[in-house]
T-cell receptor
Framework: DAGVTQSPTHLIKTRGQQVTLRCSPK?????VSWYQQALGQGPQFIFQ???????QRGNFPDRFSGHQFPNYSSELNVNALLLGDSALYLC??????????FGPGTRLTVL | GEDVEQSLFLSVREGDSSVINCTYT??????LYWYKQEPGAGLQLLTY?????DMKQDQRLTVLLNKKDKHLSLRIADTQTGDSAIYFC???????????FGSGTRLQVQP
């Protein structure tokens, strides 16, 4: 059983560009959450998708947007990249239970 | 919202017990979690405890919850060098699935 997968593993962009990160949830999971982890800090919740709708959102600007597809996979889009967007972006999947399982993350570097 | 605080660093010798502490501000947290993160990797769910429990044991791991003091701890028995990592505690509000993480405790196990 494949766990949560994310692509790409690493990404380098320049300021002002746009980026799309992808996540496939664990088999049987229908909910995807995205987190941003800056260097030396704990993950910060960005938003959560369920039934192709954004169900909950953290304190992130509108430059951060997402999408969930009918197969439950998800994308995170960030527009007008800033240096401060450099971080590890983590995707987590869950179902009805209380646990969220995380993928390996995408390391985004903004130059 | 919720704030979660952890001490930054803990060093132990191989074979000793490790105790990692966490305090949280929101008494309505339904679930409290411990995650492990190795360098360059995603988050691995270690265990979680429901708010109506005081203790949970899972092999070498023991979680203690003091609701009165809003204090959570993770004890690792017979700590091994492979336990060296950053440990995050996290909480989730009732009815919500956004996890709020602490800043992490770096555990260093010396041979």
């Amino acid at each position: 059983d494949a766990g949560v997968t994310q692509s790409p593993t690493h990404l380098i962009k320049t300021r002002g560009q746009q980026v799309t990160l992808r996540c496939s949830p664990k088999s049987g999971h229908d909910t995807v959450s995205w987190y941003q982890q800056a260097l030396g800090q704990g993950p910060q919740f960005i938003f959560q998708y369920y039934e192709e709708e954004e169900r909950q959102r953290g304190n992130f600007p509108d430059r951060f947007s997402g999408h969930q597809f009918p197969n439950y996979s998800s994308e995170l889009n960030v527009n007008a990249l800033l240096l401060g967007d450099s971080a590890l972006y983590l995707c987590a999947s869950s179902s009805d239970g209380p646990t969220q399982y995380f993928g390996p993350g995408t390391r985004l570097t903004v130059l | 919202g919720e704030d979660v605080e952890q001490s930054l660093f803990l060093s132990v010798r191989e074979g000793d017990s490790s105790v990692i502490n966490c305090t949280y501000t929101d008494s309505s947290s339904t679930y409290l979690y411990w995650y492990k993160q190795e360098p360059g990797a995603g988050l691995q769910l270690l265990t979680y405890i429901f708010s109506n429990m005081d203790m949970k044991q899972d092999q070498r791991l023991t979680v203690l919850l003091n609701k009165k003091d809003k204090h959570l701890s993770l004890r690792i028995a017979d700590t091994q060098t492979g336990d060296s990592a950053i440990y995050f505690c996290a909480g989730a509000d009732t009815g919500r699935r956004a996890l709020t993480f602490g800043s992490g405790t770096r555990l260093q196990v010396q041979p």
